[in-house]
């Protein structure tokens, strides 16, 4: 698998990352210990987890597979905080709260430290300089190699990275973490050009549309997906309308003609995107993730990127407008 620099940094990061949203719970032990192998086995290294996955599982099923099933050196660990998913304040970027949970992480990982930590949202109630003073902090006592912001806006992004940047010895940023693909691309008209100009890599969560673009919702929704199950319903219905059907379409249009499947097409617009280090790519079983990671193997060809661009376009006036 091919290499990017991460961000303005010298770290240096496989162009896919394997996510475990759902490790813990609907993945259990074993098939996540058979996605990791199957994951490094083609050059990946990159492994996307949080504290609020699964409660906690997620990291806990990796802390039980680093070291016993591939060495600690192998994998690059991203992990985020910050969330309080059922709590009154549902984000909290408090220096204890964020200082406190990676602790957490880190116990549950097995290990003494991340190579990437991210803030986990926005969080308005506690002053900026408050939560980046305990990004430096983590980075300083060696907890995280490398930090980053998830799921923060453009000028939120902006602002965080451009105050790290203004001081001597604080620990810059280097990855945003966003909800991107050809479904989601409202962060084209300000996030990444912010992320260009302040040399933040861009890590897509759900590159396939919350699974939409795979085309398993085309005719009806499966028993064993995820817009059946209780804990992602909610999550995947927003991506079930028409317009996003017609996106669907057109990226399996794109698969009968280019010979591939409308997994390989959709990962590789996005993969390919300017700024984008690596889509995190989530699988509940081997055979999903083997079937992501065939897209390593191809590029697609303009006139497709194109058409795809001009389907899938914001519509004027929308948050994701740029014309």
């Known amino acids: 698998m091919q290499q990017r620099p991460l961000g303005r940094s010298g770290l240096v990061v496989s162009r896919l990352a394997l996510g475990t949203m759902t490790w813990g719970r609907d993945t ?41 099933l591939v060495p ?30 990676l602790d957490a992480s880190l116990r549950r990982l097995g290990t003494d430290h991340v190579d990437l930590w991210a803030v986990h949202g926005y969080d308005p109630d506690t002053p900026l300089e408050e939560t980046l ?12 190699r490398y930090a980053g912001v998830s799921n923060f806006c453009a000028w939120q992004t902006a602002r965080a990275a451009t105050w790290q940047v203004a001081w001597p010895g604080r620990a810059p940023l280097v990855a945003a973490q966003v909800e991107y693909s050809l479904l989601q691309r409202g962060v084209e008209a300000e996030l990444l050009p912010a992320c260009a100009a302040l040399g933040l890599g861009v890590l897509p969560w759900s590159p396939l549309g919350r699974g939409v673009l795979t085309g398993k919702y085309r005719h009806d929704r499966p028993a064993d997906s995820r817009a059946a199950s209780a804990h992602f319903e909610a999550f995947v219905a927003p991506y079930l309308d028409p317009r996003c059907s017609s996106i669907v379409e057109a990226v399996h249009t794109a698969a009968v003609g280019l010979g591939r499947s409308p997994v390989a097409v959709a990962l590789a617009w996005v993969r390919d995107r300017p700024g984008v280090v690596a889509p995190v790519l989530g699988a509940r079983t081997v055979g999903q993730l083997l079937g992501a990671l065939a897209v390593e193997e191809m590029a697609l060809p303009p006139e497709i990127g194109q058409a795809l661009d001009d389907v899938s376009a914001p519509a004027p006036g929308s948050p994701g407008w740029a014309g």
């Open 28 to 68: 259990d032990a074993d098939d996540a210990a058979a996605q990791l192998k199957t994951f490094l086995d083609a050059g990946g290294n990159l492994l996307d987890t949080a504290d609020v996955y699964a409660d906690g599982q997620a990291e806990a099923v990796i802390g039980t597979l680093l070291g016993a």
């Open 72 to 101: 600690r050196e192998d994998v690059l660990v991203a992990t985020k905080a910050g969330l309080r998913p059922g709590s009154p304040r549902r984000r909290d970027a408090s220096r204890r709260h964020l200082l406190d949970t």
């Open 133 to 144: 003073a305990a990004v430096d902090a983590a980075v300083s006592s060696g907890r995280a």
